[in-house]
Nanobody
């Protein structure tokens, strides 16, 4: 059973930075695209960034130029570097496997809370 474990969230002031990590178990990590999603209070979960198995990336317009997704296939880990954080980035962040359209297909982990104060 593939498991995903997110970490690295916390409380940060606007303009600050955080680096999220997502460790995946199982042998399918390196051959699949991965993505970061977030769910803000009272809102639906949204796609933040995704990365293909060969490293191609795509970002939501709201985070473009501020967030960077990367992966280390040797460590079965995907990262999200978040810079210039804004209060509207406050959410629970999740990682998951995704298809070419960014739709998730794995089991969800517990996520990691990111809170940005103004």
């Amino acid at each position: 059973q593939v498991q995903l474990m997110e970490s690295g969230g916390g409380l940060v002031q606007a303009g600050g930075s955080l680096r999220l990590s997502c460790a995946a178990s199982g042998p399918i990590f390196s051959i699949n695209a991965m993505a970061w999603y977030r769910r803000a209070p009272g809102k639906q979960r949204e796609l933040v960034a995704r990365i293909t198995s060969d490293g191609s990336t795509k970002y939501a317009d709201s985070v473009k130029g501020r967030f960077t997704i990367s992966r280390d296939n040797a460590k079965n880990t995907v990262y999200l570097q978040m810079n210039s954080l804004k209060p509207e980035d406050t959410a629970v962040y999740y990682c998951n496997y995704c298809n070419v359209f960014g739709a998730p297909f794995g089991s969800w982990g517990q996520g990691t809370q990111v809170t940005v104060s103004s």
